[in-house]
């Protein structure tokens, strides 16, 4: 995979598409190693901001097409959290014009053992502008959530709108930032901002992050202050 596209698809994927999908990605298997302080993900830690180990395993053909599999531990403040979550997922990537990429990706979350049947589905739609911003909207149609202060709601819609952006510094270093909107309404009657901000290096099949979270008052009145709060993060993610 070159090195465009494993940046675009590690900016703008949802979880499982860590590494796949990219419109410039060379065809055949591939794949990631990730260790991380903290796995967040829309704002939220996943693992109630312990560490996390992740993998991804994917093929992409020449047509534009890929699949793959991701998995991570997590550990939700709900009782009888799971302690496993992975992702298998389906879509088709496209360069539209000299200057943009599209894609649209299906992605099933998956979590073994848990009490309150967290599995959902989601479709994501996203496009690329030379590889430095990047737009993202997801639509789930049967989302299941704990909340810290509303209990849990089952199969209920979720919609994400997201805005990443990235710029090439020097010796390897890039300064990356994004924002999203998550709406959950359909679950809770609430919805949330959250933003991130930090570097990037990159050495051959290496990647550094330093990242920076924040999230808005609301996300910590839904799932609470250890999974919704603002902090640093640092990931290393091996490519192969």
């Known amino acids: 995979m070159s090195a465009r596209g494993r940046f675009a698809a590690v900016i703008i994927g949802a979880a499982g598409l860590a590494v796949a999908g990219s419109a410039s990605a060379d065809p055949g298997f591939g794949g990631s190693v990730v260790v991380t302080t903290d ?3 829309r ?3 996943q693992t109630q901001n312990d560490g996390a180990i992740q993998a991804d395993l994917h093929y992409q053909w020449l047509a534009g097409w890929f699949a793959g599999a991701w998995a991570s531990n997590v550990r939700f403040e709900a009782p009888d959290s799971p302690n496993r979550e992975y992702n298998l997922y389906l879509g088709y990537a496209r360069q539209l014009t000299a200057d943009w990429s ?3 990706a299906v992605v099933h979350y998956g979590y073994p053992g848990d ?4 599995d959902y589905d989601e479709l994501a739609v996203s496009t690329d502008y030379q590889n430095r911003l990047f737009l993202t909207v997801a639509w789930s149609p049967n ?3 704990y909340s810290y202060n509303y209990g ?10 997201e805005i990443n952006g990235r710029q090439p510094l020097k010796y390897g270093v890039s300064a990356a930032a994004g ?3 998550y709406d959950l309404t359909d679950l809770f009657g609430r919805s949330y901002w959250a933003a991130n901000g930090g570097l990037v290096y990159g050495y051959r099949d290496f990647q550094l ?3 920076y979270y924040w999230v808005s008052g609301e996300a910590r009145d839904i799932f609470g202050p250890t999974a919704a709060r603002d902090h640093w993060v640092a990931t290393l993610l091996w490519r192969f």
């Open 115 to 118: 009490a309150i049947d967290y």
């Open 39 to 41: 796995y967040v993900f």
């Open 152 to 161: 849990a709601a089952h199969h209920r819609a979720e919609i994400s709108y």
């Open 179 to 181: 924002g999203g909107y």
């Open 102 to 104: 599209g894609r649209v």
């Open 43 to 45: 704002g939220l830690s």
């Open 209 to 211: 992050d330093v990242t």
């Open 143 to 145: 989302v299941s959530r």
